[in-house]
């Protein structure tokens, strides 16, 4: 056995005694090779402790195995749960996922688009940032490779997510069949969720004969948590909501809610003697800690992420589409959760 490392592809071909084509194939598929070779490269790969870097390698192809991820906060448990189940449903599928997170910035995730620009992959899953999301450079990578949108639509491009109508449509009904009708926290305006969000609660409101009441929130980042909880507290300052149960737009801001009206005694729950019901949206993965436990509907996270994974395979050609044809929306539906909190 050499005492020098092997190190390269290149160099583990010549002390087997093999060529970098045979060994290469190897690498991409074992299966390829006859046995009595397969045999051989395993031999060596054991005496000369050899690994190869498989995601470099993979890189090289002609037909790459490598998925890039764009998430606005790998941070938020709600997109890095969506990145584990992608992670998973990837490595089963004998692909790598190349994540980055754009921190809710403008520019790190033009950077992000960049950095994937510059890689050899197969395709793109991106959650994108959505109003600030540098849409020139969006199309450059749409154009270059496959790309699914994930949570936050743009324009007609793939996209899987949840149903907003549906989701907010049946959380606001549950408000009013059960208590003092529901205005509407809305959340900051990053996305198209924002708007898609407040239009069904207003939509709702009106099917139900009642006024719509939105609040919206003048802060255009991602803070959501200090956003709801600076917006409740100036709120609650003021002499309250307007209605004694308040829909947040998502779970983060109703956390910041709760924490407001904590901090102020005032008691929020479902009982008749709570001064306010606060409920959500997301299902958030912190959603049941909350005290009270925080009412909301519930996305499909494991639903999202396999819908968006077979969208993004058959555009690669990984995956042949069930009836033949390709669909760029899907929208799933979301289940109503119910707990203390209204």
Request: charged residues 25%.
């Amino acid at each position: 056995m050499s005492e020098s490392k092997i190190r390269t592809m290149e160099e583990f071909a010549v002390a087997s005694g093999l060529s970098r084509p045979t060994v290469s194939k190897y690498f991409d598929n074992p299966e390829s090779v006859k046995p009595a070779t397969r045999a051989r490269i395993e031999k060596a790969i054991k005496d000369y402790d050899y690994r190869p870097n498989l995601f470099a390698v993979s890189l090289n192809r002609k037909n790459p195995k490598n998925i890039g991820l764009i998430v606005p906060h790998i941070s938020d448990p709600f997109y890095a749960e969506i990145v584990r189940q992608i992670e998973l449903r990837c490595l089963a599928e004998g692909y790598w996922t190349f994540v980055i997170s754009s921190h809710g910035d403008r520019q790190l995730e033009a950077r992000a688009m960049r950095t994937l620009l510059s890689l050899n992959i197969a395709g793109v899953l991106m959650a994108p940032l959505g109003f600030d999301t540098d849409v020139k450079l969006l199309e450059n990578l749409s154009n270059s490779v496959p790309v699914v949108f994930l949570d936050n639509s743009i324009g007609d491009k793939p996209f899987v997510g949840t149903d907003n109508k549906q989701s907010i449509n049946i959380i606001t009904d549950y408000l009013c069949r059960t208590g003092e009708h529901p205005c509407f926290l809305e959340m900051p305006q990053v996305n198209q969720n924002a708007l898609e969000r407040r239009d069904a609660y207003i939509a709702t409101m009106e099917r139900l004969g009642l006024e719509p009441i939105t609040l919206p929130i003048p802060a255009r980042n991602w803070t959501f948590e200090q956003a709801g909880y600076e917006e409740a507290s100036q709120i609650l300052d003021k002499g309250g909501f307007p209605t004694r149960t308040v829909l947040c737009a998502n779970d983060r801001l109703a956390f910041g809610v709760i924490s407001a009206a904590f901090e102020r005694r005032r008691r929020v729950g479902r009982d008749g003697d709570s001064d306010l019901r606060v409920a959500g949206h997301d299902d958030h993965p912190l959603s049941r800690f909350t005290c009270p436990p925080l009412t909301t509907v519930a996305q499909d996270y494991q639903g999202i992420a396999a819908a968006g994974v077979d969208m993004l395979f058959e555009r690669i050609g990984e995956r042949p589409s069930e009836d033949g044809s390709q669909s760029n929306i899907k929208r799933l539906d979301a289940r109503l959760i119910m707990r203390h909190s209204a």
